[in-house]
């Protein structure tokens, strides 16, 4: 059964930054593509960045392009987000997610995804 477990989540100001990780388990990590999405109270979950299975091509909705990272340990088994320069609109519960599709690519929408973590908490004040 696949696992996704986020966590690095908390309060910062802005212009701050964050590493947010997300520990997979259950299968072999390095074959799958992998996304981060985040969700705001009372809004659509909307995705943040996706990263392919090889590593090698990775994709940011706009709103953060320039200023978070996606990257992949394989060997730990663990997806980041490398969060700076960090803004109030930033605000918002972020989830992990993976296919279930095996040496998938870059996936941009929440219907590519079937598995998902609990979601840390990130707050950014003013």
């Known amino acids: 059964q696949v696992q996704l477990v986020e966590s690095g989540g908390g309060l910062v100001q802005a212009g701050g930054s964050l590493r947010l990780s997300c520990a997979a388990s259950g299968r072999t990590f390095r074959n799958y593509g992998m996304g981060w999405f985040r969700q705001a109270p009372g809004k659509e979950r909307e995705f943040v960045a996706a990263?392919?299975?090889?590593?090698?091509?990775?994709d940011y909705a706009d709103s953060v392009k320039g200023r978070f990272t996606i990257s992949r340990d394989n060997a730990k088994n663990t997806l980041y987000l490398q969060m700076n320069s960090l803004k109030p609109e930033d605000t918002a519960m972020y989830y992990c997610?993976?296919?279930?599709?095996?040496?998938?690519?870059?996936?941009?929408?929440?219907?590519?995804?079937?598995?998902w973590g609990q979601g840390t908490q990130v707050t950014v004040s003013s």
């Open positions: 997610a993976a296919p279930r599709a095996i040496y998938s690519n870059v996936r941009l929408t929440t219907s590519g995804y079937t598995y």
């Open positions: 990263i392919n299975w090889i590593g090698d091509s990775t």
